[in-house]
């Protein structure tokens, strides 16, 4: 019998570690708090098996992508399987919503999920091999408010965990009608400075040239910050996408950079991406900040070349992160299925949330629930839940196509007092419907006047 090497074996394996009944409770916590801001906003929760076709990442995700290359544990199973422990969440989803047929669901399919991931990377402090993961996916859906709405749910979980300093790193990495054209102008600028690559990069340049633009060597670095710019290659058409996404990051007061070198490294993304990180900027100066940055074309490139990319925090790993994915569903088969998701890492959100000594309270349960008919009106309620949110009333909103009468059913379900309804008719008028839902009898607002109203109805009470 060979010896157990008692040393190892008492030790989690390198890159793992145990959460004691300290820190599962505020994993927890985060957990909940997670998913009640999923399930307000018409979210629903699902779960994919821990271990998937190899093959499913590698037609997905690339490749010549690092995870694929680098950080996958795969293997083979007794029946022959090729089988890898899932690196990541989307492609499972999509996986998922083509096998159970769920483009017949009511359109678009919103979904959540919560779990452990896996990737064989270096570990540091708030990166492990096992890596726990919440998420939320749109499919279905190609509008750019999805997009904002993802990154939305994102910054809500933070702001509902009292974490403040925040900001979210976007930029767009057009579709296969510019993308090609703005490849091609980097490898050419790239192939210039082929002697000054790091290693790595000088194999990327041929594979997967955007992937220079995400290098940490300090040499390649200086070489991204004189590379040409995505966002001045892209068509019109993603153009005025990503400008619609950032209206309504604008309209919600999201604080975010424009940061062109932001790629994200996996060959399913199109459009936007994104990254959110923790910063040490008081709040103050983010908001004017993003005052400067305009969302007009001629300034959206203007604004791009103002962020340098060593204005992003150094060290500093992202938070959350995402994009759209609308190739993922022509990767895997041959249908076109616009989707956007995003998922933020539950171990360094923990970590944070113990440093930054969170509150971890329950809140208080929703008094009032939004309801939006509409685009339009969706634009102007996510707005609206903003105002509410920081009047501290605790509202409840779904963002799905749902009817109003099964919109009006999830309110009665929660017990709120009153529901605001903007239909297309009251989103042009700028007014809402006020409905006390015990008496049944409702009334039209002006929406300058709606919050206090609603104060007033909710003190009366
Ligand atoms: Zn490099
Ligand atoms: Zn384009």
Redesign the pocket.
Known sequence: MTKINLKDVLRTPKGTRDLLPEEVAVWQKIEERAREVAEYYGFRPIRTPHIEHTELFTASLGEASDVVEKQMYSFVTRGHDKLTLRPEGTAPIMRAYMEHGMRAWPQPVMLYYNGSFFRHENPQRGRYRELGQFGFEILGDDSPVADAMIIRMLTLVLEELGIKNFTVHINTLGDKECRGDYKKELVQYLRKKVNY??K??KIRLKQNPLR?LD?K?P??AEIKAGAPQMIEYVCAACKSHFKEVLEFLDELGIPYLLDHALVRGLDYYSRTVFEIFLDEKKPEEKKKKKEEVKTENAEVTEAADAVKPQEKPALNIAIAGGGRYDYLGKMLSSKDIPATGGAFGLDRLTDAARELNINLARKKAPKLFLIQLGSHAKKKSLALAEEFRQANIPLAMSFSRDSIGSQLKIASRLGVGYVVIIGQKEAFDETAIVRNMEAGVQETIPLPRLLSYVKNKLKSK
């Open positions: 690559l790091c790595d990069c220079v290098c060597d040499n390649c």
